[in-house]
């Protein structure tokens, strides 16, 4: 089981790493400025779904890796990811969120591999 404190910073690096990704994207990919607001509610919505499925699901059965460095809690929190994403696109009426979900689904995985 990991400790709280590793859980919160692992949801922090997600969060500044989902901005960064989001940031560049848009700078590098789709020469556009960034939605500050929206980027930032993104990245939150990605950094609160790492802290809550972690949270909950920081369980041994869970954490074990069965196959190097990855457990099933590092594969199926992105999975949340996705569902929080689009769960909030679904909300708001955004359809062009389909690309931001999909790389901020990876940073997720990511984060949950190298963070804890």
Known sequence: MFGTQQIVLSALVGIIVSFGVL???ARHVRR???DGRGGAV???LVGLSILVFRLAANVQQLNDDPIPLASPNDLLCP???YVVLSVYAGL???THIAR???LLTLVSLAVN???I
Do not use: K, Q, W
């Open 113 to 115: 591999i190298v963070t």
């Open 79 to 81: 999975v949340m990811t």
């Open 42 to 44: 993104l990245s939150l």
């Open 100 to 102: 931001d979900r999909a």
């Open 32 to 34: 556009a400025p960034l």
């Open 23 to 25: 940031y560049l994207d």
């Open 92 to 94: 708001r009426g955004e």
